[in-house]
Nanobody, 115 residues
Framework: QVQLVESGGGLVQPGGSLRLSCAAS????????MAWHRQGPGKQRELVAS???????TYADSVKGRFTISRDNAKITVYLQLNSLNPEDTAAYYC?????????WGRGTQVTVSA
């Protein structure tokens, strides 16, 4: 089993920045790719960014150039740097990890962008 705990969400003004963290514990040796998803009010959950163990990244078109995903394999932690935030980025952000043992989700951290 793998447990994922997100942190770093909060209230920020348009144009501001936040850094989200997701720490994994448990059977972390099995973790492969990790990712961040988000679910805004009245919207379906969507993939924001993903990163492989080797560090290859993908991004949703809506966040390219503004968000950066990274990971520390020694700490089994994945980060999401959110810059130039706008109200459309308001959502609960969820950490995700894949492994041969299963796919795991964190409980989410809320990001609210408002003046």
């Amino acid at each position: 089993q793998v447990q994922l705990v997100e942190s770093g969400g909060g209230l920020v003004q348009p144009g501001g920045s936040l850094r989200l963290s997701c720490a994994a514990s448990g059977s972390t040796f099995s973790i492969g790719a990790m990712a961040w998803h988000r679910q805004g009010p009245g919207k379906q959950r969507e993939l924001v960014a993903s990163i492989t163990r080797a560090g290859r990244t993908t991004y949703a078109d809506s966040v390219k150039g503004r968000f950066t995903i990274s990971r520390d394999n020694a700490k089994i932690t994945v980060y999401l740097q959110l810059n130039s935030l706008n109200p459309e980025d308001t959502a609960a952000y969820y950490c995700y990890a894949s492994s041969p043992l299963g796919n795991y989700w964190g409980r989410g951290t809320q990001v609210t962008v408002s003046a």
